[in-house]
């Protein structure tokens, strides 16, 4: 069983930065691709940023292309995502996943292992 906890969330001004972590117990989370995956209210899930589990290769969803960035740590068991430039478009609970094939996806229904969500609200 793998369980994540995502934090960093708040309030910020369009245009500033968030960096949200995202803590996964297991001893295998350098094994494991992970994502972040976010939700607005009305709107379907929507990929945002995905990591391999070497951390080699990264990938992001065209609105967020240029913008944030997705990191690894595995000493610490914990993914980031920084997000500058940020947009009232990017307001959403932002939930991270785990893989534990490793391979990092844009498609949700790879991942086994979810987290709670974080909100994250920008304002105009």
């Known amino acids: 069983q793998v369980q994540l906890v995502e934090s960093g969330g708040g309030l910020v001004q369009a245009g500033g930065s968030l960096r949200l972590s995202c803590a996964a117990s297991g001893r295998t989370f350098s094994s494991y691709g992970m994502g972040w995956f976010r939700q607005a209210p009305g709107k379907e899930r929507e990929f945002v940023a995905a990591i391999r589990w070497s951390g080699g290769s990264t990938y992001f969803g065209d609105s967020v292309k240029g913008r944030f960035t997705i990191s690894r740590d595995n000493a610490k068991s914990t993914v980031y995502l920084q997000m500058n430039s940020l947009k009232p478009e990017d307001t959403a609970v932002y939930y991270c996943?785990?893989?534990?094939?490793?391979?990092?996806?844009?498609?949700?229904?790879?991942?086994?292992?979810w987290g709670q969500g974080t909100q994250v609200t920008v304002s105009s």
């Open positions: 996943a785990a893989d534990v094939q490793g391979r990092g996806s844009y498609d949700y229904s790879a991942y086994e292992y």
